[in-house]
């Protein structure tokens, strides 16, 4: 990669999916007859708390079930050695890029394995289930809810992502549809500031036309071939 130093690299729901998490597209309308939208915003937790907890519950136990794949190894590696800044953003809640042994990883829409406390908001690392209203171990409310950011609520470490973007000179994308913002809108932003853009992925995302290459394929296969 000639000259190229700080790079950024953002994943998807795809780079999970050979690892055996269902990606969005897929769990979509599946999970108990509810879109993912619906049971992912403060709407429907407020709704009825149970159901989304059941389904936050089963998915961090879900997690602990499955491994990274060569994917998630393959960017663990180039984090290990590329001595300039490196930044991998992800989507994803699950913790498969730090288990492949990554270092340099923001999860912008929060983690599976942490509990944020509607009360004190405070977010402390957490593996049990959420549904028995366990109590904040900072102010004991009963006030736990996952720690993931649902659709309406802000991502997390926004300035850190666009400091990020400024300084990059590789952008790239790896399996996620373009189809959420302000995620989506990377891309488009990076290439403005002036990176090159590239895009991994299964098949080509919404925001496909802003990549100055996209390769279609299994990230297991793709990722490892691009980082060596
Ligand atoms: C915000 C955590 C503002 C929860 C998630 C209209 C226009 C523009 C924007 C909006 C709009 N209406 C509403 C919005 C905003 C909204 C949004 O973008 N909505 C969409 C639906 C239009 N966004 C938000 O609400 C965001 N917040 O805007 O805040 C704000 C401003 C001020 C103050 C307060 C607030 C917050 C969005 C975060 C929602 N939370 N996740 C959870 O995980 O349960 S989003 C969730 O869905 C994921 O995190 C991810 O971001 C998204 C799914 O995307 P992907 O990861 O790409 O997954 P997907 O299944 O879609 O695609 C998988 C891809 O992989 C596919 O392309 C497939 O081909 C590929 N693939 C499959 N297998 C493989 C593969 N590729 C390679 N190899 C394989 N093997």
């Not at 159901?51 to 990274?68: C, T």
């Not at 042994?101 to 289930?129: F, N, Y």
Request: charged share 25%; glycine share 10%; with cysteine.
């Amino acid at each position: 990669m000639t000259n190229i130093r700080n790079i950024v690299v953002l994943t998807g729901a795809g780079i999970s999916a050979e690892s055996g998490i269902d990606t969005f597209r897929d769990a979509g309308g599946l999970w108990e007859q509810h879109r993912v939208e619906d049971v992912a915003t403060p709407e429907g937790f407020a709704r009825d708390p149970e159901l989304v907890q059941r389904f936050y519950d089963a998915r961090r136990e879900a997690v602990r079930k499955v491994s990274p794949n060569a994917a998630h190894e393959a960017l663990a590696r180039l984090d290990a050695e590329w001595e300039g800044d490196l930044l991998i953003v992800t989507q994803n809640v699950d913790d498969l890029h730090e288990r492949a042994g990554a270092k340099r990883v923001l999860h912008m829409h929060g983690e599976l394995l942490s509990a944020l406390c509607s009360r004190c908001e405070a977010r402390h690392r957490w593996s049990a289930p959420l549904l028995g209203q366990p109590s904040c171990p900072g102010c004991g409310e009963q006030a736990l809810r996952p720690d993931v950011v649902w659709f309406g609520e802000m991502p997390y470490e926004m300035d850190r992502i666009y400091a990020a973007l400024h300084r990059a000179d590789l952008f790239v994308s790896i399996g996620t549809s373009g189809a959420v913002y302000p995620a989506a809108g990377f891309v488009r932003e990076a290439r403005e500031l002036g990176a090159r853009t590239l895009e991994l992925n299964l098949e080509r995302g919404e925001g496909s036309y802003w990549f100055d290459e996209s390769r279609q394929g299994k990230a297991g296969k793709l990722v490892p071939e691009w980082v060596s």
